[in-house]
């Protein structure tokens, strides 16, 4: 081969590796399909949000409310052995409105988070839209869990708690109303306190908390953990506090478990 016949690569562009990786990380915090949109037209995609929300949840409690006799006699079954008694005028009935009211929620709480996300998708950027599903459906299952296991376990210990300590010397007749006040807000204090490996994992996510930050904690995370089971629990017996403090450890080391699986 005479040397005007070899082939010149130094004018070849050179492959960078670097910048291709930084258009694909550039492409994730990109907004997909921005559109430009008005002040006016936020509020009122707002407003209509909203009204979608508030419609959903009206026709969940006056569905709930119809067939309300029923979830009364669900969530006394924990009390056994208790007969409940109304000490005012129609305190039944507006009992029955509490109890339709949360369960409505719950029960339209799904369709209120798909307006809320609606509103929010435009603004996130592609990594973003890739965290939020799986939040998304995490944050609900991890919900009905802690209602679920708010009614089973945590529930029963404390009643039959407070039943085996009057046992003898006074007849359980307890108010309606006080017991679906304590009931409704174990129920949904609980399925709050399940939301904890979401929390960590949107803080890992998001950079603000390491994996490694949160297990070096662990000693503040036990004491906020009995603290936590003392607050939420009536009760102050040992075995119904340990249950939430047991589980809320046990969601705080699965939340750490998820932070490191996403390298954080």
């Known amino acids: 081969m005479t040397p005007s016949q070899e082939v010149d690569t130094s004018t070849s562009p050179p492959i960078d590796m670097e910048g291709s990786d930084n258009s694909e990380i550039n492409s994730l915090d990109e907004l997909p399909g921005e559109v430009e949109m008005s002040l006016f037209d936020h509020l009122e995609e707002l407003r209509r949000r909203i009204f979608y929300a508030l419609i959903a949840v009206a026709v969940g409690v006056v569905g709930c409310f119809i067939t309300v006799k029923p979830i009364v006699q669900l969530l006394e079954l924990p009390a056994h052995g208790v007969k409940f008694l109304q000490f005012a005028p129609g305190e039944y009935f507006f009992v029955s409105i509490k109890v339709a009211g949360y369960s409505g929620l719950l029960l339209s709480s799904p369709f209120v988070l798909y307006q809320i996300i609606q509103f929010v998708l435009p603004g996130l950027t592609r990594r973003e839209r890739r965290l939020l599903g799986p939040v998304v459906l995490g944050s609900s299952i ?54 904890i490996p979401i929390i960590q994992l949107l803080l890992g996510a998001l950079g603000i908390v390491s994996g490694k930050t949160m297990l070096s904690g662990w000693r503040y995370v036990i004491v906020g953990a009995v603290v936590l089971g003392a607050i939420i629990t009536p009760s102050t017996d040992p075995l119904t506090q340990s249950l939430l403090a047991g589980a809320v450890l046990g969601l705080y080391y699965a939340g750490i478990g998820l932070v490191k699986l996403i390298g954080k």
């Open 142 to 195: 991890l919900f009905f869990l802690g209602i679920v296991f708010a009614y089973l376990l945590l529930i029963p210990a404390a009643l039959n708690f407070f039943i085996s300590y009057g046992s003898g010397v006074v007849e359980e007749l307890w108010s309606l109303d006080k017991y679906f006040e304590l009931v409704l807000l174990m129920l949904f204090s609980v399925g709050l306190a399940f939301q």
